[in-house]
């Protein structure tokens, strides 16, 4: 398993662990600020995300795989950062963004790493990449002799 299809993994875990703990506690919904559907709706879509990618993951092309998480986690990051400008200048939005992007960007990015091309795995152990070229049989010259009678 390489480290890359590692990550992926351990990511899509990450995600199955924080959707599970966003539907189910209210305690998040009374931190972020938001109404408790709406975490219930924001950890449902990144459960079924990081659900996805466990499951997907390991069949799509790896280099899909971190493009879609790269992009994912830069709008988290930008969607994190505006959320909590937002809070910091005394709106009660901020949670609001935070939650929405969660369960936009979860789902957008389940239905674009199903749609993902396939990994290319060999068919078969001899087109695996690694495997030296076949070397032709050479035909041996004819023997002279065989066909020869001694006097």
């Not at 919904?29 to 079924?48: K, N, Q």
């Not at 992009?71 to 929405?100: F, K, M, N, P, Q």
């Amino acid at each position: 398993m390489t480290s890359k299809l590692a990550g992926a993994i351990s990511d899509g875990a990450f995600k199955v662990m924080l959707g599970a703990a966003l539907a189910v506690s209210p305690t998040f919904g009374s931190l972020f600020g938001v109404p408790a559907w709406l975490m219930v709706v924001t950890g449902s879509a990144v459960l079924i995300s990081g659900t996805v990618e466990i499951v997907y993951g390991p069949r799509r092309s790896i280099v899909a795989c971190v493009r879609l998480m790269f992009v994912y986690d830069i709008g988290w990051t930008v969607a994190t950062a505006v959320a909590l400008g937002v809070a910091w200048l005394g709106s009660t939005a901020g949670g609001e963004i935070w939650a929405g992007y969660q369960a936009v960007a979860s789902l957008a990015f389940a239905v674009l790493l199903l749609r993902a091309p396939a990994s290319a795995a060999p068919a078969t152990p001899s087109a695996a990449p690694d495997s030296p070229p076949a070397t032709p049989v050479q035909p041996s010259t004819p023997d002279t002799t065989a066909g020869e009678h001694a006097p």
